[in-house]
């Protein structure tokens, strides 16, 4: 079976200091990858997606990046981190194609 | 980009059916309706999908109407862990298969 990995569970970072958030995916190969954040009381915001490695698209702009090392490994990352970059950040895959996505546990970030 | 349109939130008792409504009146042919749902803290579960026909899961059942204009998820037997937002979401079938998230509605579940 699938499974989704995310980590770190919880995150307080100072503004101004760098970024990686990291997810895994195993069972399944050549999945399309997502990243999405979720501002407090707010609905998820997709912010990368990636259909294969090394393909990066990019939904809104800001200090954000996203990479694809591997099929499987979709990483999250900031260079200088401002504080509206708190949230909950969700990674998610799916099959490709009109398939449901299923989405990691999540990583809550606390920007200072 | 279909847009979709739910109310805010809603309330059920324990037990009863929970129909959760749904409208996106700019659907186009190829779009499909996803539902998903997020319990406080978690990421999202999906719950079901369709195009045209209805659909019945172990976990509820996706009525939409002959237009494709608007949707109703049902939730047979409501619990008290059926407290959640719940998404409706029309998904974009290239760039990715990307969703679109709205705000939901948040459905309370009352003993």
């Not at chain 1, 708190?86 to 809550?108: D, I, K, V």
């Not at chain 2, 195009?51 to 204009?69: G, Y």
Request: charged share 15%; proline share 6%.
């Amino acid at each position: 079976s699938q499974t989704i990995h995310q980590w770190p569970a919880t995150l307080v970072q100072p503004v101004g200091s760098p970024l990686s958030l990291e997810c895994t995916v195993e069972g399944t190969s050549n999945p399309n990858l997502y990243w999405y954040r979720q501002a407090a009381g707010r609905g998820l915001q997709l912010l990368f997606y990636s259909v294969g490695i090394g393909q990066i698209s990019s939904e809104v702009p800001q200090n954000l990046s996203a990479s694809r090392p591997q099929d499987r490994q979709f990483i999250l990352s900031s260079k200088k981190l401002l504080l509206s970059d708190s949230g909950f950040y969700l990674c998610a895959w799916n099959a490709g194609g009109p398939y449901e996505q299923y989405f990691g546990p999540g990583t809550r970030l606390t920007v200072t | 980009d279909a847009k979709t349109t739910q109310p805010p939130s809603m309330d059920c008792a324990e037990g009863r059916a929970a129909n959760l409504p749904c409208n996106h009146s700019t659907i186009s042919g190829n779009e499909y309706v996803y539902w998903y749902r997020q319990i406080h803290s978690q990421g999202p579960q999906y719950i079901i999908h369709g195009l045209k026909n209805n659909e019945t899961n172990e976990m509820a059942s996706l009525i939409i109407t002959e237009d494709r204009k608007s949707s109703t998820l049902i939730l047979p037997h409501a619990t008290l862990r059926d407290t959640a937002v719940y998404y409706c979401i029309v998904r974009v079938n290239n760039q990715g298969g990307k969703l679109i998230f709205g705000q939901g509605t948040e459905l309370s579940v009352k003993p």
